[in-house]
T-cell receptor, first 115, second 109 residues
Framework: ETGVTQTPRHLVMGMTNKKSLKCEQHLGHNAMYWYKQSAKKPLELMFVYNFKEQTENNSVPSRFSPECPNSSHLFLHLHTLQPEDSALYLC??????????????FGDGTRLSIL | GQNIDQPTEMTATEGAIVQINCTYQTSGFNGLFWYQQHAGEAPTFLSYNVLDGLEEKGRFSSFLSRSKGYSYLLLKELQMKDSASYLCAPMDSNYQLIWGAGTKLIIKP
């Protein structure tokens, strides 16, 4: 139990579908992150929210749309995805963004498969 | 550019010691993290180094040399449950973690 919960754990969707990934953290943290993890590749940072404000968007295609309604919840809305978007999507949180020494705590991820 | 280099895969024997090396080049530096990730699970935090030297935490130790852009993770008294990927992640001047592809460690009986 890492204190960061992601749902669903697995998702299969067609390229024309719309779905959302959910992340919830119970650690009292103020920063939340979305990462993409593909096989044998480094973690790719997608989005960062610090105190509910988006502070980073690493050139992510617009078919991925994040939402952070409060410091405990983070969503990733998906629409018209491509087969290359199939990957493990990880959510993480830390005490505060923009500071050193604070580890990020990860959820177990959502395994996404695009048909 | 920013770059992390660590071995793709290593094999070690139960009860032995293994050292996983990581070299890095980043724009600025605000410390380096090591994470463990078992297959199908979340990465979990192992250690953080910001000053040169060795940090010991039970069976695991982590070393940093800032001038050489080098770190290693030392695992002692290896157990089968230590079979996992180990991720090296320095933090750059923007406090962003720069991730390596990870080292898959296989422990044999």
């Amino acid at each position: 139990e890492t204190g960061v919960t992601q749902t669903p754990r697995h998702l299969v969707m067609g390229m024309t579908n719309k779905k959302s990934l959910k992340c919830e953290q119970h650690l009292g943290h103020n920063a939340m992150y979305w990462y993409k993890q593909s096989a044998k590749k480094p973690l790719e940072l997608m989005f960062v929210y610090n105190f509910k404000e988006q502070t980073e968007n690493n050139s992510v295609p617009s078919r991925f749309s994040p939402e952070c309604p409060n410091s405990s919840h983070l969503f990733l809305h998906l629409h018209t995805l491509q087969p290359e978007d199939s990957a493990l999507y990880l959510c993480a949180s830390s005490q505060e963004g923009g500071q050193g020494g604070q580890p990020q705590h990860f959820g177990d991820g959502t395994r996404l498969s695009i048909l | 550019g920013q770059n992390i280099d660590q071995p793709t895969e290593m094999t070690a024997t139960e009860g032995a010691i293994v050292q996983i090396n990581c070299t890095y080049q980043t724009s600025g530096f605000n410390g380096l993290f090591w994470y463990q990730q078992h297959a199908g699970e979340a990465p979990t935090f192992l250690s953080y180094n910001v000053l040169d030297g060795l940090e010991e935490k039970g069976r695991f130790s982590s070393f940093l040399s800032r001038s050489k852009g080098y770190s290693y993770l030392l695992l002692k008294e290896l157990q089968m449950k230590d079979s996992a990927s180990y991720l090296c992640a320095p933090m750059d001047s923007n406090y962003q973690l720069i991730w390596g592809a990870g080292t898959k460690l296989i422990i044999k009986p």
